[in-house]
T-cell receptor, first 111, second 112 residues
Framework: GVTQSPTHLIKTRGQQVTLRCSSQ?????VSWYQQALGQGPQFIFQ???????GRGNFPPRFSGLQFPNDSSELNVNALELDDSALYLC????????????FGSGTRLTVV | GESVGLHLPTLSVQEGDNSIINCAYS??????FIWYKQESGKGPQFIID?????DKRQGQRVTVLLNKTVKHLSLQIAATQPGDSAVYFC???????????FGQGTELSVKP
């Protein structure tokens, strides 16, 4: 499946954070979502074969990387209180075909 | 964003009854739709999907109906069980971008 680390994280406003994801084996597409409390996940961006392949309505301080070994990162700079949310990683075989498998997420709290 | 508010619609059913969860999607260009179940503290879990060239698809105890004319999806759960209690999201996929657009979600509560 898809595994994410850490499961929980507390950061101070203005700090930077890196969240990690290990995709399901054989999946070459990874997407990141932000889920605020009581809402559906919101698309941040997608990576396909290590290149960004679509971006949602998030500022440039949200950035990502995808590595050849089925792992990826979400980086957020200059954290704001509103960045507090559950961050979900999802992988799929090829650009969404065959569905997406989600990890359990990282709960980020910004204080 | 596509999801608004802190209070999810709630559906409360008795164990053994059938449940119907509805969803309106936003983009007529969407060609792939997925229902997800999300339990507390977990990520969304795939339930069933349907492509836009179909209007009905059945799985184990679940059926998804698609009405493209009114941009409406429904998820039917037969013989609902306490383990079905969760938040259910519909998601639409626009092929070009590969991103999923999630609906607001419905909280299903099953009473034993």
């Amino acid at each position: 499946g898809v595994t994410q680390s850490p499961t929980h994280l507390i950061k101070t406003r203005g700090q930077q954070v890196t969240l990690r994801c290990s995709s399901q084996s054989g999946h070459n597409t990874v997407s990141w979502y932000q889920q605020a409390l009581g809402q559906g996940p919101q698309f941040i961006f997608q990576y396909y074969r290590e290149e960004e392949n679509g971006r949602g309505n998030f500022p440039p301080r949200f950035s990502g990387l995808q590595f050849p070994n089925d792992s990826s990162e979400l980086n957020v700079n200059a954290l704001e209180l509103d960045d507090s949310a559950l961050y979900l990683c999802a992988s799929s075989p090829t650009r969404g075909e065959g569905g997406y498998t989600f990890g359990s997420g990282t709960r980020l709290t910004v204080v | 964003g596509e999801s608004v508010g802190l209070h999810l619609p709630t559906l409360s059913v008795q164990e053994g009854d059938n449940s119907i969860i509805n969803c309106a999607y936003s983009n007529s260009a969407s060609d792939y739709f997925i229902w997800y179940k999300q339990e507390s503290g977990k990520g969304p879990q795939f339930i069933i999907d349907i492509r836009s060239n179909m209007d009905k698809r059945q799985g184990q105890r679940v059926t998804v109906l698609l009405n493209k004319t009114v941009k409406h999806l429904s998820l039917q759960i037969a013989a609902t069980q306490p383990g079905d209690s969760a938040v259910y999201f519909c998601a639409e996929n626009i092929q070009w971008g590969g991103k999923l657009i999630f609906g607001q979600g419905t909280e299903l509560s099953v009473k034993p």
